[in-house]
Protein backbone atom coordinates (compact mmCIF):
# COMPACT_ATOMS: atom_id res chain seq x y z
CA UNK A 1 0.00 0.00 0.00
CA UNK A 2 1.21 3.46 -0.69
CA UNK A 3 1.16 6.46 1.83
CA UNK A 4 1.70 9.80 1.11
CA UNK A 5 3.13 11.62 4.35
CA UNK A 6 2.18 15.60 4.13
CA UNK A 7 6.00 16.45 4.43
CA UNK A 8 9.26 17.30 2.39
CA UNK A 9 11.18 16.41 5.39
CA UNK A 10 13.05 13.36 3.87
CA UNK A 11 13.91 12.21 7.99
CA UNK A 12 10.07 12.37 8.62
CA UNK A 13 9.49 10.13 5.32
CA UNK A 14 12.11 7.94 6.62
CA UNK A 15 11.53 7.41 9.93
CA UNK A 16 7.57 6.43 8.97
CA UNK A 17 8.92 4.05 6.36
CA UNK A 18 10.91 1.86 9.22
CA UNK A 19 8.18 2.13 11.76
CA UNK A 20 5.30 1.01 8.98
CA UNK A 21 7.89 -1.88 7.17
CA UNK A 22 7.97 -3.23 3.83
CA UNK A 23 4.21 -3.52 3.41
CA UNK A 24 4.23 0.01 2.89
CA UNK A 25 5.80 2.50 0.35
CA UNK A 26 6.13 5.55 2.07
CA UNK A 27 6.28 8.79 0.00
CA UNK A 28 6.68 12.60 0.77
CA UNK A 29 5.14 15.58 -1.63
CA UNK A 30 8.62 16.15 -3.07
CA UNK A 31 8.51 12.44 -4.28
CA UNK A 32 5.09 13.81 -6.46
CA UNK A 33 6.61 17.06 -7.17
CA UNK A 34 4.24 18.84 -5.00
CA UNK A 35 6.18 22.45 -3.70
CA UNK A 36 3.23 24.36 -2.53
CA UNK A 37 3.31 25.56 1.00
CA UNK A 38 0.43 24.12 3.11
CA UNK A 39 -0.78 27.18 5.49
CA UNK A 40 -1.22 25.74 8.56
CA UNK A 41 -4.16 27.98 10.01
CA UNK A 42 -5.89 25.62 12.36
CA UNK A 43 -6.47 26.48 15.73
CA UNK A 44 -5.81 22.94 16.71
CA UNK A 45 -3.18 20.03 16.53
CA UNK A 46 -6.33 18.14 14.74
CA UNK A 47 -7.39 21.10 13.01
CA UNK A 48 -3.50 21.62 11.32
CA UNK A 49 -2.73 17.39 10.90
CA UNK A 50 -6.39 17.96 8.54
CA UNK A 51 -5.51 20.39 6.83
CA UNK A 52 -2.04 18.59 6.03
CA UNK A 53 -3.63 15.42 5.36
CA UNK A 54 -6.57 16.43 3.28
CA UNK A 55 -4.91 18.79 1.32
CA UNK A 56 -2.38 15.67 -0.02
CA UNK A 57 -5.40 13.26 -0.78
CA UNK A 58 -7.15 16.12 -2.68
CA UNK A 59 -4.10 16.35 -4.43
CA UNK A 60 -3.18 12.74 -5.44
CA UNK A 61 -6.11 10.55 -4.57
CA UNK A 62 -3.18 8.53 -2.88
CA UNK A 63 -3.90 7.93 1.26
CA UNK A 64 -2.30 10.39 3.49
CA UNK A 65 -1.14 11.76 6.65
CA UNK A 66 -0.85 14.76 8.23
CA UNK A 67 0.94 15.14 11.62
CA UNK A 68 1.26 18.00 14.05
CA UNK A 69 2.99 17.98 16.92
CA UNK A 70 4.11 20.66 20.27
CA UNK A 71 4.29 21.15 23.66
CA UNK A 72 1.55 22.06 26.14
CA UNK A 73 2.59 23.76 29.56
CA UNK A 74 -0.40 23.56 32.00
CA UNK A 75 0.64 27.06 34.08
CA UNK A 76 0.86 28.83 30.57
CA UNK A 77 -2.93 28.18 29.74
CA UNK A 78 -1.73 24.98 27.20
CA UNK A 79 0.81 27.68 25.60
CA UNK A 80 2.91 27.20 23.38
CA UNK A 81 0.84 24.81 21.87
CA UNK A 82 0.28 24.99 18.17
CA UNK A 83 2.99 27.94 18.54
CA UNK A 84 5.43 25.52 19.66
CA UNK A 85 7.80 25.87 16.23
CA UNK A 86 7.71 29.38 16.25
CA UNK A 87 6.84 30.76 19.59
CA UNK A 88 9.91 33.44 20.01
CA UNK A 89 11.68 32.67 16.70
CA UNK A 90 10.75 30.81 13.59
CA UNK A 91 12.63 27.20 14.38
CA UNK A 92 15.03 29.14 17.01
CA UNK A 93 14.96 26.41 19.39
CA UNK A 94 17.37 28.63 22.11
CA UNK A 95 14.84 31.11 21.78
CA UNK A 96 11.51 29.13 21.86
CA UNK A 97 13.00 27.47 25.30
CA UNK A 98 14.24 30.90 26.76
CA UNK A 99 10.40 32.41 26.12
CA UNK A 100 9.04 29.24 27.90
CA UNK A 101 11.61 29.25 30.85
CA UNK A 102 10.24 32.77 31.26
CA UNK A 103 7.08 33.02 31.28
CA UNK A 104 7.32 30.00 33.82
CA UNK A 105 9.91 32.63 36.08
CA UNK A 106 8.57 31.80 39.67
CA UNK A 107 6.18 29.07 38.59
CA UNK A 108 6.14 26.06 40.86
CA UNK A 109 3.26 24.26 38.39
CA UNK A 110 6.01 23.17 35.89
CA UNK A 111 3.68 20.56 34.35
CA UNK A 112 4.15 19.94 30.90
CA UNK A 113 3.07 17.61 27.94
CA UNK A 114 4.12 16.81 24.12
CA UNK A 115 1.66 15.96 21.84
CA UNK A 116 1.35 14.38 18.54
CA UNK A 117 -1.93 14.35 16.63
CA UNK A 118 -1.37 12.12 13.39
CA UNK A 119 -4.89 12.54 10.27
CA UNK A 120 -5.06 9.79 7.93
CA UNK A 121 -7.47 10.97 5.14
CA UNK A 122 -8.47 8.46 2.41
CA UNK A 123 -12.26 7.75 0.46
CA UNK A 124 -13.34 7.17 3.80
CA UNK A 125 -12.44 10.49 5.04
CA UNK A 126 -10.10 11.60 7.80
CA UNK A 127 -9.42 9.25 11.21
CA UNK A 128 -7.23 10.56 14.15
CA UNK A 129 -4.57 9.27 16.09
CA UNK A 130 -3.03 11.27 19.18
CA UNK A 131 -0.08 10.25 21.42
CA UNK A 132 1.05 12.01 24.48
CA UNK A 133 3.78 12.37 26.79
CA UNK A 134 3.13 13.96 30.18
CA UNK A 135 6.24 15.07 32.32
CA UNK A 136 7.92 18.48 33.84
CA UNK A 137 9.73 21.42 32.35
CA UNK A 138 13.32 22.44 34.34
CA UNK A 139 14.21 25.69 35.05
CA UNK A 140 17.46 25.50 32.66
CA UNK A 141 18.57 23.31 30.19
CA UNK A 142 20.52 20.27 29.89
CA UNK A 143 21.45 18.15 27.65
CA UNK A 144 22.38 17.83 23.69
CA UNK A 145 20.65 15.74 21.91
CA UNK A 146 17.08 15.65 20.02
CA UNK A 147 15.83 18.63 19.22
CA UNK A 148 12.99 21.53 20.03
CA UNK A 149 12.09 21.35 23.84
CA UNK A 150 13.98 18.04 24.72
CA UNK A 151 16.56 20.08 26.88
CA UNK A 152 14.29 21.14 29.13
CA UNK A 153 11.91 18.27 29.14
CA UNK A 154 12.02 15.83 32.04
CA UNK A 155 9.53 12.84 31.02
CA UNK A 156 7.50 11.48 34.42
CA UNK A 157 9.42 8.54 35.71
CA UNK A 158 12.78 9.60 34.53
CA UNK A 159 15.38 12.35 36.26
CA UNK A 160 17.08 13.13 32.85
CA UNK A 161 15.84 15.26 30.01
CA UNK A 162 14.71 14.20 26.47
CA UNK A 163 18.20 16.12 25.17
CA UNK A 164 20.00 13.75 27.29
CA UNK A 165 18.13 10.54 26.96
CA UNK A 166 19.37 8.34 23.62
CA UNK A 167 17.30 8.60 20.46
CA UNK A 168 16.20 5.22 20.85
CA UNK A 169 15.09 5.72 24.32
CA UNK A 170 13.56 8.92 23.33
CA UNK A 171 11.61 6.94 20.37
CA UNK A 172 10.05 4.21 22.67
CA UNK A 173 8.43 6.63 24.76
CA UNK A 174 7.05 9.48 22.91
CA UNK A 175 4.28 11.17 21.90
CA UNK A 176 4.92 10.30 17.95
CA UNK A 177 6.11 7.02 18.97
CA UNK A 178 2.31 6.57 20.97
CA UNK A 179 0.23 8.52 18.31
CA UNK A 180 2.74 5.94 15.32
CA UNK A 181 1.61 2.90 17.53
CA UNK A 182 -2.22 3.41 17.30
CA UNK A 183 -2.16 4.11 13.99
CA UNK A 184 -0.63 0.74 13.26
CA UNK A 185 -3.12 -0.77 15.48
CA UNK A 186 -5.64 1.09 13.06
CA UNK A 187 -3.88 -0.15 9.43
P1 LIG B 1 6.15 19.30 14.31
O1 LIG B 1 4.67 19.48 14.16
O2 LIG B 1 6.58 17.86 14.44
O3 LIG B 1 6.92 20.05 13.25
O4 LIG B 1 6.55 19.98 15.70
C1 LIG B 1 6.31 21.35 15.96
C2 LIG B 1 7.21 21.87 17.06
O5 LIG B 1 6.88 21.25 18.31
C3 LIG B 1 8.70 21.59 16.87
O6 LIG B 1 9.32 22.57 16.07
C4 LIG B 1 9.21 21.63 18.31
O7 LIG B 1 9.40 22.96 18.72
C5 LIG B 1 8.05 21.04 19.09
N1 LIG B 1 8.23 19.58 19.23
C6 LIG B 1 7.50 18.59 18.64
N2 LIG B 1 7.96 17.38 18.96
C7 LIG B 1 9.02 17.58 19.79
C8 LIG B 1 9.92 16.71 20.46
O8 LIG B 1 9.88 15.47 20.34
N3 LIG B 1 10.86 17.30 21.22
C9 LIG B 1 10.95 18.65 21.36
N4 LIG B 1 10.17 19.50 20.75
C10 LIG B 1 9.18 18.98 19.97
Redesign the pocket.
Known sequence: MELLVATHNQHKKIEIQQILGKEFTVKSLTNYGIYDEIVEDGHSFEDNALIKARFCYEKTGIPSLG?????VVEALDGRPGIY??RYAGN?D?EK?IAKVLLELEGQKNRKAF?T?VLCYYDQNGPKFFEGIINGNILEENRGHK?????PV?VPDGYKIT?AEMSPKDKNQI???KRAMDKFLEFL
Open positions: DDSGLSAHFNFTGFGYDFFSHR
